[in-house]
């Protein structure tokens, strides 16, 4: 009678056993695309996750993502981690939640739609059956996340003890509603996964509070589990909100999003048709993997997307799309309130499913365009509503299914029903027939990572914990590939305990974007007294080599990666020396005195602040400085050319007719002294001449024929203009430059208007490098535009090749026109070079001295045992961040920015005051220090939101120990 009354969930284990056992390679480490690998180094993951500020992020970073939040999974893992070796771990978390999440589904639907029927139990099986077996499921288990996995997996029990509680809201309900809640915080390691749950969550009880005519105690009940989920997540919640608060517009003018956004927008609009909705899917079925075999990048589910063609495949899918669809409106007719609740949760899915497609399309551009959050979210809408949608559907279709056979049961013999379930269960099978061949898990993932990288990780575990430059920088990307078959977004920081300067960590600080922007530069000009500075700027201790990196053009990988000039550029530079080799990576050891907290003096403020640029002139003519937009000393009107578009800077002017210069002074100071050059100044700008050597290319210089057109594209050419048009295709046009010196900097100005869909993308080619030394799109602007962009000297020869690209992914036409590009030689160093001083300013020697502190990740407490000038400053070498804040005599001290990126805290005038300490008076003219010592405390606030977290989750969770409900009369007489 158990065997029997359990079969059903049985069968759910025994088919997701058969896909795990297909998912898994006997001898791999589940790795690639986006990973979490706590496994490598437990104890390094968790120190970092219980610490706000993200040190090993490059130069540092706030937390961008909810790192916090993982800590159950993570706590999971490390448990596991006794019983399984480590290659086990992630396969074992991951595809666990195969079995876990269906017979969620199966028991939500078993105990709250059909009332624990034990006659019904078939239905709530094709519920969990179809949860498992559908191409949602596949697509997020196909390169999985430790969040969305965790998603599926527990989405149907949250929902089960949500509901649960609203029926009976004692103790032990609590308690489990508790438990999984905590279980699924893990779902925010991206937090608008979780942010769009929660607000699903309300939509859900609100409208069950209007179904239910607003009873009194479903009203307290609903409430009470709003607030109770909001307050077990505030752990990751409230320093998550000081990220998003201060950063997300950091995060969407970083080049990858920028660059990435509107291209994985339309991909997501391709994907939103009727039939996408019906068969679940999405851009996964569209991207490209790279093939190691055979050298080239191709569709990563070419075998589903043959299998997908096959005309049973696309009847089935929408039957059962019919079927789901006829669930929604039977909810209503038998007046079932809890589907009837999910209806608004389901028009949300719809929505953002749809994406830009009718009848949404205006709703969802305003959204995306006004409002940087939805702009976010809006830039993968199929991974933060698949599984959600997933779950209605299957919870949908299974309440259909009760429905119809209902509905038959009047028509046909009772035994025809057990044909009627066969065949469903055989036709689902066969739609999802290709999953006994590859598992739900992408073969692409499943990698042998070489033995390599950990005796990497063992090796400097016993050096210092010194920065690391990881090499090689041929992309600005964040995601890299291997010639050992791994592609993803990269691992070695979770073996590192050193700060790792990599591409996956640019797109969340601006100032790791930035640091790249100059250490690409200083290395592909093969400058190496600029690269060697860049590297004492970051405070850069470790460079590593890694030579299994490789670039997709694989003809033109080894010139592209730039390996052999990197090691050239190496030996030129005394300081830097081979510390470690084992087989294709190389760690070479920076000699250098600096520490994390250094204690400088004398040290000049110079304006202005920058980013989006390739060269600090500023650190190159006087060391160490304060940036600053106030008070300078020094001036660099042309510290940067270019604003957060890579293009021009509004301040700056660089005019093709009459071949001059001009930028804005930035200051409105008199006292201001010309140096760097013979230049012309007046209160509000910088201008002079430039060479008179222009060079136009017209669009009859770009394409020689009127006209070339196919059915979904056309190029059309005039003495006036070039009109590129095309629809679900990349076309556009090349341009050789041979002859242009490399030595050289040059403006290259375009001149364009883009109509409809994507802009025109542009690339400049090194014909040495052959890497795209400028990368970027023009303005979308309906209008005739000019931008600008600024190409360094490279100092690779001889040539470029222009690349100019008309993108079109979806249904809509991308059209633009194209009218003239012009090409200026630039004197770029000299440029850079102007620089303004007062009259009155001193050069002083300065003087950096290493300081020892007590380090406990959130507070450093330094002391330091000798007199304290009023030209000293506390270095802190992290990334700056206004969250710092450093105390001495209980007086905070001014906070500045170091080298246009670190952290320094100013012992000045401004702090004159008198303390008391010891009972000692200590007042001199800094009004900080005498001869005794002087403690200071740096602190990173934002780190006790996350303690005042746990704080509200321990009070929440006293509360649940000590909870006791009040039983009303119906419940006592039952």
Known sequence: AKIRRYIFPLILVFIALLIIFKSYTPGTILSGWDTLHPEFDFGLYFK?????????????????????GDLPHAFILWIMSFVLPMNLLRYAYILSMLIIGPLGVYFFLKDHIFENNNKLQIYAFIGGFFYLLNLGTLQNFYTPLEMFTTFYGLLGWLLWAIVRFLGKNNKKNLFILSLITILFASTSHTATLWYIFYGSLGLFLFTNLIIKKFQRDLIKKSIFIFVLIFLLNTFWILPNLYYAKNYSKDVSQSKINRMGSNEFFFRGQKRGSIKDLALITNF??????????????????????????????????????????????????????????????????????????????????????KFPFFSEMLRFPFTKFSILYVFLYSIFLSHAFYNLIIFLSKKIPRNFYIHFFTIFFIGQIFFIMPVLETGYISKTMRVKIPQNYFDLFNYLKQNPKDRILQLPLHNFAGWQYDNWSYQGAGFLWFGLEQSLLNREFDRWYPYNEQAYREFSYALYSRNADLFAKTLQKYRVGYLLLDESVIDTDVKN?????????????????????????????????????????????????????????????????????????????????????????DKLASNVILNFEDFYFQADMGVRDNNFASQGGSINFSKTSVYGKIPKQGFTIRPIDIEKNPLEQESNWKK??????????????????????NSFSQDLAYAISFRSKNISGLPLRICVKSLYSRRCEIYDELSKNKDWNTDIFVLPPMNQGLG?????????????????????????????????????????????????????????????????????????????????????????????????????????????????????????????????????????????????????????????????LLYRPKINVDEKNN
């Not at 295709?729 to 430059?737: A, E, F, Q, R, V």
């Open 716 to 737: 059309e050419t005039t003495t006036e203009k070039i009109r590129y048009e095309s629809t679900d295709k990349i076309i556009g046009s090349i341009y050789d430059l």
């Open 48 to 68: 970092r996750i219980f610490t706000v500020w993200q040190s090993h992020q490059g130069l540092g970073a706030p937390p961008s993502q909810s790192h916090i």
């Open 557 to 645: 990988s080894r010139q592209i990666t730039f390996n052999r000039e990197a090691k050239d550029l190496l030996q030129q530079i005394p300081s830097a020396k081979l510390d470690w080799q084992s087989d294709f990576l190389s760690l070479y050891k920076i000699s250098n005195e600096y520490r994390e907290v250094e204690l400088a003096t004398n040290l000049p403020n110079i304006s202005p602040s920058y980013r989006f640029t390739s060269i600090d002139e500023a650190y190159n003519n006087f060391g160490d400085y304060i940036a600053t937009n106030e008070k300078a000393d020094i001036y660099y009107p042309f510290r940067t050319f270019l604003n957060e578009t």
């Open 284 to 369: 996964p079925f569209d991207w490209k993997v790279y093939d190691f075999d055979k050298n080239k990048p191709v569709p990563q589910m070419d075998l589903w997307e043959t299998h997908l063609q096959t005309p049973f495949v696309q009847i089935w899918g929408a039957i059962l799309f019919l079927l789901f669809l006829s669930g929604i409106i039977s909810s209503f007719r038998n007046k079932n309130h809890l589907l009837m609740a999910f209806f608004p949760v389901i028009i949300l899915c719809f929505f953002f499913l749809r994406n830009a497609n009718f009848p949404f399309t205006s709703f969802f551009l305003f959204l995306r365009d």
């Open 800 to 960: 470029y090749k222009l690349d100019i690209g008309n993108i079109s992914l979806s249904s809509i036409s991308t059209i633009n026109e194209l009218s003239e590009i012009k090409i200026v030689p630039l004197p770029y160093y000299y440029l850079k070079g102007i620089h303004i001083e007062k009259p009155n300013f001193e050069r002083k020697i300065e003087q950096i001295i290493p300081v020892n502190f007590t380090d406990f990740g959130f507070v450093k407490i330094i002391n330091l045992p000798f007199d304290i000038s009023d030209q000293s400053t506390i270095t802190l070498n992290q990334a700056f961040e206004k969250g710092w804040i450093a105390f001495a005599d209980g007086k905070i001290l001014e906070h500045v920015k170091v080298n246009n990126w670190a952290n320094g805290f100013k012992f000045n005038q401004a702090s004159q005051s008198e303390s008391v300490e010891s009972g000692k008076t200590r007042t001199d003219s800094t009004g900080l220090t005498d001869s005794t010592d002087l403690t200071v405390y740096i602190i990173f606030w934002p780190q006790y939101l996350e303690f005042l977290g746990f704080g509200f989750l321990a009070l929440t969770l006293i509360f649940i």
